[in-house]
């Protein structure tokens, strides 16, 4: 809030993500102005007491504080070419998903037409908006973080800016998403097993889940293995991680559910055992992923 008034918003891109930031900040009583290439998509939007601004330039005049969410850093920059001249001393903010790159290129982009910009990354879904615990990182010009942090606050109680370099939000981003496809497609494998044999996949939700919470358990003491480079106290060894190798053909062939998009992964064990990992911590599979050289 700035003094007794909601802080006025603009929101540019109304996909599944950008209309649910744009509801919560109506629904916190925040002045909303929005736009979208597709303009129909607003319609929804101004029904509940969003104002839509058909001219991409007028929108981002109608708030101090401009809040982008299309596809990528470039589709950003190509959409919001046209209101270039409106953007001088505006806080931009992105929460699109992209490379640190493309947030570098963003940042120099948006700088050089005199706007304040911070880069976002929103690590939820987006019926997750607006949570008290829903996860949004910032990084960029500190500034803009701290003058509309309260407003930032709004799409999500746990709000952090991660520094001044504005690359941190996409890196971090990326290094935590991550973990997204191979644990989907992991989960998905399990479910067609299931099927395999005639039974639900809902029968197997809450071990999934324990099992990922196990998988949780396990990050902080695998990030000082890491941090440290000593993977001699292995709980869980790359052996170990190797002999269970053999066990997807077997699966494959009594249930006739592809586990071919392991065998990369299978690839990085083979080479951690290969480079005398074998009886560490299976966290030394770092290494092989950071770089052959750096081998026991
Ligand atoms: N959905 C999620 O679960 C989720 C979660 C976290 C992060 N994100 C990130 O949030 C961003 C948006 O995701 P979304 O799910 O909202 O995507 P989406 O539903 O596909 O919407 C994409 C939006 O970008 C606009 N757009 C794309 N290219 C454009 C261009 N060249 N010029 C103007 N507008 C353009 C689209 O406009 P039109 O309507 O005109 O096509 C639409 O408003 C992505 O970077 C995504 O990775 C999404």
């Known amino acids: 809030m700035h003094g007794d008034r909601r802080t006025p918003v603009t929101v540019i891109g109304l996909g599944s993500m950008g209309t649910a930031l744009a509801e919560t900040f109506v629904s916190a009583g925040h002045p909303t102005a929005v736009w979208n290439r597709t303009a129909a998509k607003a319609a929804p939007l101004v029904a509940k007491g969003a104002r839509h601004l058909p001219s991409i330039e007028d929108a981002v005049n109608a708030s101090p504080l401009v809040i982008t969410c299309l596809t990528t850093f470039e589709d950003t920059r190509t959409a919001l070419e046209p209101a270039v001249a409106s953007l ?4 931009l903010v992105t929460l699109n998903s992209g490379s640190p790159a493309g947030a ?3 940042d120099a982009w948006a700088t050089g037409h ?4 911070l880069a976002g990354a929103v690590k939820n879904v987006p019926s997750a908006v607006g949570a008290p615990d829903t996860l949004l990182y910032y990084s960029g010009d500190r500034t803009v973080f701290e003058e509309f942090a309260s407003t930032l ?7 952090v800016h991660l520094g001044d370099e504005t690359d941190l939000a996409a890196l971090y981003e990326m290094a935590v998403g991550a973990t997204l496809l191979p644990a989907l497609v992991g989960f998905f494998q399990g479910a067609a097993a299931v099927q395999a044999r005639g039974l639900e996949v809902t029968s197997m939700v809450r071990f999934s889940g324990k099992w990922l919470d196990m998988i ?3 990050l902080p003491v695998y990030a000082e293995e890491i941090d440290s480079g000593d993977y001699s106290d292995a709980a869980s060894s ?4 190797l002999s269970g190798a053999a066990h997807d053909a077997d ?8 586990t071919a998009w392991l065998t990369p992964m299978h690839d990085l064990v083979k080479r951690a055992a290969e480079m005398g990992y074998g009886e560490h911590s299976i966290a030394a599979l770092t290494e092989v992923l950071r770089k052959p050289e750096r081998a026991a």
Do not use: I, M, P, Y
């Not at 001088?88 to 806080?91: D, F, N, V």
């Not at 005199?114 to 910009?117: D, E, K, M, S, T």
């Open 104 to 106: 570098r290129e963003t």
């Open 114 to 117: 005199g706007a304040r910009f």
């Open 88 to 91: 001088h001393g505006r806080a």
């Open 153 to 159: 606050r709004v799409l999500g109680g746990d709000t």
């Open 216 to 218: 949780k358990s396990l």
């Open 238 to 241: 790359v052996n170990l991680f």
């Open 251 to 258: 699966l494959t062939r009594e249930t006739n559910v592809d």
